[in-house]
T-cell receptor
Framework: DAKTTQPNSMESNEEEPVHLPCNHS???????IHWYRQLPSQGPEYVIH???SNVNNRMASLAIAEDRKSSTLILHRATLRDAAVYYC??????????FGSGTQLTVLP | DTGVSQNPRHKITKRGQNVTFRCDPI?????LYWYRQTLGQGPEFLTY????????KSRLLSDRFSAERPKGSFSTLEIQRTEQGDSAMYLC?????????????FGPGTRLTVL
């Protein structure tokens, strides 16, 4: 399976934008890029996914590099409720999700 | 609440005992997944069902583990002769079928502690 690399932790100030990077240099042409997040004491929740083009939804934006070897999850205005572990996952032909260790986002008031 | 539910939320057991967890997926979802998560790690895939058929099992799923999904609705995960290494959060997720990258909806998990 193609792997992803994320920083272990990041900090952001409340109400400022957050850019969470993910490297996936061995991505295949059919792999989708998914982001999930896990708030403390909860199961993971879906954030966004994309294939080639940048994507926006009510939670976040996903910027995908032209060569698809990296992507960035953008939270436009971080709130304290966004403090969570963010997972970047490549989804190909397997039905299950393969999680890495993710990025622990701390939001400072 | 129409989300994924799991019971019990917490289970403490002694080594060697059997435990069973239940997952109720979102009603129209025909795929159901079990994951295990230990402290500080991301969830690890255990097994998945399409309707009542168990289509894939991870190497992590030893012969002490068994999962069922009778009638393609709720699912149970049983661990026999529990060991301290089984202590973890057991997460259930469900999704729609189809060939595309369907969003998985996760339950709150069952935290197992084996003494």
């Amino acid at each position: 399976d193609a792997k992803t690399t994320q920083p272990n932790s990041m900090e952001s100030n409340e109400e400022e934008p957050v850019h969470l990077p993910c490297n996936h240099s061995t991505i295949s042409g059919t792999d989708y890029i998914h982001w999930y997040r896990q708030l403390p004491s909860q199961g993971p929740e879906y954030v966004i996914h994309g294939l080639t083009s940048n994507v926006n939804n009510r939670m976040a934006s996903l910027a995908i590099a032209e060569d698809r070897k990296s992507s960035t999850l953008i939270l436009h205005r971080a709130t304290l409720r966004d403090a969570a572990v963010y997972y970047c996952i490549l989804w190909g032909s397997a039905r299950q999700l393969t999680f890495g260790s993710g990025t622990q986002l701390t939001v400072l008031p | 609440d129409t989300g994924v539910s799991q019971n019990p939320r917490h289970k403490i057991t002694k080594r060697g005992q059997n435990v069973t967890f239940r997952c109720d997926p979102i009603s129209e979802h025909n795929r159901l997944y079990w994951y295990r998560q230990t402290l500080g790690q991301g969830p690890e895939f255990l097994t998945y069902f399409q309707n009542e058929a168990q289509l894939e099992k991870s190497r992590l799923l030893s012969d002490r583990f068994s999962a069922e999904r009778p009638k393609g609705s709720f699912s149970t995960l049983e661990i026999q002769r529990t060991e301290q290494g089984d202590s973890a959060m057991y997460l259930c997720a469900s999704s729609l079928g189809g060939t595309g990258p369907n969003e998985q909806f996760f339950g709150p998990g069952t935290r197992l502690t084996v003494l």
